[in-house]
T-cell receptor, first 113, second 111 residues
Framework: EAQVTQNPRYLITVTGKKLTVTCSQN?????MSWYRQDPGLGLRQIYY???????DKGDVPEGYKVSRKEKRNFPLILESPSPNQTSLYFC????????????FGPGTRLTVL | QKEVEQNSGPLSVPEGAIASLNCTYS??????FFWYRQYSGKSPELIMS????GDKEDGRFTAQLNKASQYVSLLIRDSQPSDSATYLC???????????FGQGTELSVKP
């Protein structure tokens, strides 16, 4: 089954404790991205990757890091989480940069205390 | 001005009625337009895409695009309580390969 998976689905942590949210897709997609979703603000792109070892900032990259060492995986790293990073996070992928149909993972609800 | 704008709602309609959801966008060169449905706490699910001016029908859903007015809408006929969700409009900008989302319209269908 073609899918995007994320782990963990729910996470409660404390300020400053480094965490990683994993994302994996099995569709051999080149393009992957991370979004956060907050009430009234919609989906905002954090980072994206057009292919292995190629990443770039989205609209709200501050406080986040990403890496793309393999085509299927695109982890999101919070080196020192803060309460304003409490949000619902979605990983997404699509076939390539120019393709418009995008598939979303199930989401990760993060709470930073 | 936001790139993609939607009324946040909530929009409430009775069961069986037509729900009309609207979206405007700012960039005239946009080519691809999408409607996603998102249930509370779940991921967005693609329900319609439209690329040309006019109407596109898929079951109870009709997407309408007017590029001159920079306007895209979604009509849901015979609305059901299971249609209650937030509907996200998304616009794809070929230059930059960016998919921009509106903030979503919450739809509530009352039995």
């Amino acid at each position: 089954e073609a899918q995007v998976t994320q782990n963990p689905r729910y996470l409660i942590t404390v300020t400053g404790k480094k965490l990683t949210v994993t994302c994996s897709q099995n569709m051999n997609h080149e393009y992957m991205s991370w979004y956060r979703q907050d009430p009234g603000l919609g989906l905002r792109q954090i980072y994206y990757s057009m292919n292995v070892e190629v990443t770039d900032k989205g609209d709200v990259p501050e406080g986040y890091k990403v890496s793309r060492k393999e085509k299927r995986n695109f982890p999101l790293i919070l080196e020192s989480p803060s309460p304003n990073q409490t949000s619902l996070y979605f990983c997404a992928s699509r076939r390539d940069f120019g393709t418009d149909t995008q598939y979303f993972g199930p989401g990760t609800r993060l709470t930073v205390l | 001005q936001k790139e993609v704008e939607q009324n946040s709602g909530p929009l409430s309609v009775p069961e069986g009625a037509i729900a009309s959801l609207n979206c405007t966008y700012s960039d005239r060169v946009s080519q691809s337009f999408f409607w996603y449905r998102q249930y509370s706490g779940k991921s967005p699910e693609l329900i319609m895409s439209i690329y040309s001016n006019g109407d596109k029908e898929d079951g109870r859903f009709t997407a309408q695009l007017n590029k001159a007015s920079q306007y895209v809408s979604l009509l849901i006929r015979d609305s059901q309580p299971s249609d209650s969700a937030t509907y996200l409009c998304a616009v794809f900008y070929n230059q930059g390969g960016k998919l921009i989302f509106g903030q979503g319209t919450e739809l509530s269908v009352k039995p």
